[in-house]
């Protein structure tokens, strides 16, 4: 695992909740991960996994397995973190 700065991690971060916030990822309603890297810069595509694994870690985000890889979608009971990121200038 590569480091990441603390400011790319943030930006990062904001998109990728953003991103399944605005698709209804919560539980049921999930998005593969080849789809969340969509729209990221190129630079930032090989740390995408990392931070998803530390939002996973943090209980923002939960992941499942399914048949073509992983599933990413927001925990509802933190939806005041999830609203308090987004909001975030």
Request: a positive charge.
């Amino acid at each position: 695992m590569s480091k990441i700065k603390k400011s790319d991690y943030i930006k990062i971060s904001r998109t990728l909740i953003k991103k399944l916030y605005d698709e209804g990822c919560f539980g049921k309603g999930s998005i593969y991960l080849e789809n969340l890297k969509r729209g990221i810069p190129k630079d930032y595509i090989d740390k995408v996994e990392i931070v998803l694994d530390a939002l996973v870690k943090q209980d923002i985000c939960g992941k499942k397995k399914k048949g073509h890889g992983w599933k990413y979608y927001l925990n509802m009971k933190r939806i005041d973190k999830i609203r308090e990121i987004i909001k975030e200038i």
